[in-house]
């Protein structure tokens, strides 16, 4: 089955506007991390989060282990937000290391 | 510092050549990552070393050949590729043991067989 669901695929926003996406996994993780990867391709590492809050700037990320989501924050969008983010997490009982991705938040902002 | 570097930017192959991908990371850890990224796909994970040792390999053909020859380098040789292995690939690096397990990633390098 889906082990990492992100939604939503697509998202266009003004620049300036605030947006939540969301990662549901299929089991416990020992890993959860949120990625931005630029039109470049680096993925950017924005948070390890497999349970509790991080706030980094305009970012900021929940974990809630136990009913097996994640959400991402992203306050007063800007155009360099764009791009696509990834969740990726490793579970319980998985191979150390593996990283499982979801399929990605694909974030345009507007000027 | 929590860089990843790798050589080359861009690779352009034929089907019959043989080339090296290289990934060097400084910040001490003790694993090391390749993964495979298509166009409008996520990245999926190749191979896992951890303390030089190879501890996973998902299913890759054998026309990949990883090799880790210290703690802070990591190659990935390729050898009669074909057009469909046309992808980013990328390198991460981690801790292993013990502490936030954050894997950081390389610019990755735009392979396009021909």
């Known amino acids: 089955g889906i082990q990492v669901e992100q939604s939503p695929p697509d998202l266009i926003l003004q620049e300036g506007a605030n947006s939540t996406l969301r990662c549901n996994f299929s089991?416990?993780?020992?890993?959860l991390q949120w990625f931005h990867q630029n039109p470049w391709g680096q993925l950017i590492n924005l948070f390890y989060?497999?349970?509790g809050t991080k706030q980094n700037g305009r970012l900021s990320a929940t974990t809630v282990a136990t009913e097996r989501y994640s959400l991402l924050y992203i306050s007063s969008s800007q155009t360099t937000d764009s791009g696509v983010y990834f969740c990726?997490?490793?579970?319980?009982?998985?191979?150390?290391?593996?990283?499982?991705f979801g399929k990605g938040t694909k974030l345009s902002v507007k000027p | 510092d929590t860089e990843v570097t790798q050589t080359p930017k861009h690779l352009v192959m034929g089907m019959t050549n043989k080339k090296s991908l290289k990934c060097e990371q400084h910040m001490g850890h003790r694993a090391m990552y390749w993964y495979k990224q298509k166009a409008k796909k996520p990245p999926e994970l190749m191979f896992v070393?951890?303390?030089?040792?190879?501890?996973i390999n998902e299913s890759v053909p054998s026309r990949f050949s990883p090799e880790c020859p210290n703690s802070s380098l990591l190659n990935l040789h390729l050898h009669a590729l074909q057009p469909e292995d046309s992808a980013l690939y990328l390198c991460a690096s981690s801790r292993w043991y013990s502490g936030e397990k954050t894997q950081y990633f390389g610019p990755g390098t735009r392979l396009l067989v021909l």
């Open positions: 089991d416990s993780v020992n890993n």
């Open positions: 990726a997490v490793e579970l319980v009982g998985g191979s150390q290391g593996n990283l499982i």
């Open positions: 989060i497999p349970s």
């Open positions: 070393y951890s303390y030089e040792k190879l501890s």
